[in-house]
């Protein structure tokens, strides 16, 4: 009897264990999600993985397979080639999780057409990233549909919510013909970039896919139309254009090239990348800069800056500057940006912060800028390892534990410095003033961004102490079966 009440508590005490076992990691939250390489079947009615695709109430995007099947409603044409997706306008997204494309070759999101000119397919959605990434971006369209290229293609606003934000680019590779950037190969319209960066590199090679007219090409984004207003994003990716055959390049850090509408803004933004131009066609022009390849149009730049080295042999008539090719308009206000890099360039005077202007439309961009040695301490010298340069209150570490002050009569009191809770201005990285250490680092970011993975660890923590109650348990009824036994 003594023997079947003691199996009877261990094989108790054994399901609950199962229980607990099996309960507790399935409610850990995924963390990153890696895509297989296969796009579902359109379906212009998915549900995701929630919401109503308000802009309170966003569709979630919580697997590689929910994003793969955004981009392919986003391109979706019928065998003739009649477009047959939906552009989401007005439609915004939420992504819940990190993605790894794994390498695997990923399709732009819109902007894929035979031509160099309007696309029938493009994303005219709100993307919020939620501060999560994608990484391992692998994008190498087919020759003559390389011309809107990047992790989206084009994005065009007509009506509604537009505009990206919280969103990184990890790591990849990204190569194509003209309007090519780590984040988006063209933006047209207006909207507002906020709090984004790209680490992919960019490599141009129209090689299979020769083009007349303008190409462009950035880490960032290659072509900029309209009024967009870019805020504390970067670019950490290289630059670099093996062979472009277009008539004039624009080639820069961060954006290649502005047109229409009364240009884009640019607050608090970023080049680290490196920009070397290879060879263009016989006949071509390059405008190579390091922040800005040629804003065409008038454009406030303020606050920016350029720490990635300029390196063309082969401007052709063109330009080349340590921040920005060719200003081409007279509106255009460049103020307090700085570049630390220096400039290889051909036939041109070293350490130009612009290369030059249209004279026949432009007069000097007004503001105060410089160009400032490597060596120098004015600016604080961004890590690549960096993530996001703006980061919620929330997601922040808590400040550091400070000592009481000493109560000992024979010490004097002394009051114990405070460090205060870390602050939004904290992660901003200034873009003038020695305050390196107000600059994010990229072990703050990385802790912040893993929360999910805390999570998983206090559930596992949580399992441990169950398991070792149920252990001390077995040992106790283990004794009492003993002693019952004796």
């Not at 044409?77 to 939906?86: C, E, P």
């Not at 057409?113 to 939620?130: I, Q, R």
Request: charged share 15%; aromatic share 8%; proline share 5%.
């Amino acid at each position: 009897m003594k023997k079947r009440i003691l199996t009877a508590i261990l094989s108790a005490i054994l399901l609950t264990t199962s229980m607990l076992l099996a309960a507790f990691p399935a409610s850990a939250e995924e963390t990153v999600s890696k895509w297989d390489g296969n796009y579902p079947i359109v379906d212009l009615n998915a549900a995701f993985s929630g919401g109503t695709g308000t802009a309170t109430d966003p569709y979630l995007l919580s697997s590689a397979a929910d994003l793969a099947q955004m981009a392919a409603n986003v391109n979706a044409f019928d065998k003739d080639g009649n477009y047959v997706g939906t552009n989401y306008e007005g439609i915004s997204f939420k992504l819940t999780v990190d993605i790894d494309l794994d390498n695997k070759l990923w399709t732009p999101i819109g902007g894929g057409n035979a031509t160099n000119g309007e696309p029938l397919n493009f994303f005219s959605g709100h993307f919020d990233g939620n501060f999560h990434t994608v990484s391992n971006l692998n994008v190498k369209p087919e020759a003559q549909k390389d011309v809107h290229v990047g992790f989206f293609g084009y994005i065009l606003r007509k009506t509604g919510v537009v505009g990206i934000a919280n969103f990184g680019i990890e790591s990849g590779t990204v190569t194509g013909s003209t309007r090519v950037g780590g984040m988006a190969g063209r933006l047209k319209g207006t909207m507002t970039i906020d709090n984004c960066y790209s680490k992919a590199n960019i490599v141009v090679d129209s090689t299979a896919n020769p083009l007349t007219g303008w190409s462009a090409a950035a880490g960032f984004v290659g072509q900029a139309d309209g009024t967009i207003n870019f805020l504390d994003c970067y670019n950490a990716g290289n630059v670099t254009i093996t062979y472009v055959s277009a008539t004039t390049a624009a080639i820069g850090g961060f954006v290649g090239y502005t047109t229409t509408g009364s240009g884009p803004s640019f607050s608090g933004c970023w080049n680290l990348g490196n920009v070397d131009v290879v060879a263009v066609s016989e006949g071509a022009s390059a405008e190579v800069g390091g922040f800005a390849g040629y804003l065409k149009v008038g454009s406030n730049v303020i606050g920016c800056y350029n720490v990635g080295e300029v390196k063309t042999t082969v401007y052709k008539g063109g330009y080349a500057g340590t921040f920005m090719g060719q200003q081409g308009a007279a509106s255009t206000f460049v103020d307090n940006c700085h570049a630390t890099a220096s400039l290889v360039a051909e036939g041109l005077a070293a350490d130009r912060f612009i290369g030059g202007a249209d004279v026949a439309t432009s007069t000097p961009a007004g503001g105060t800028n410089s160009i400032i040695a490597k060596e120098a301490a004015v600016l604080p010298q961004p890590n690549p390892d960096y993530d996001f340069i703006y980061l919620p209150d929330s997601m922040l570490p808590a400040p550091p534990a400070t000592e009481p002050p000493a109560t000992d009569e024979q010490t004097p009191e002394v009051t114990p410095e405070v460090t205060p809770a870390p602050t939004q201005e904290a992660t901003k990285a200034p873009t003038q003033a020695a305050t390196t250490e107000k600059a994010p680092s990229a072990t703050t970011a990385n802790n912040a961004t893993q929360e999910p993975t805390t999570e998983k660890k206090g559930c596992g923590a949580a399992v441990s102490g169950v398991l070792l109650i149920l252990v001390s348990c077995v040992g106790a009824a283990w004794i009492v079966g003993k002693k019952n036994e004796d």
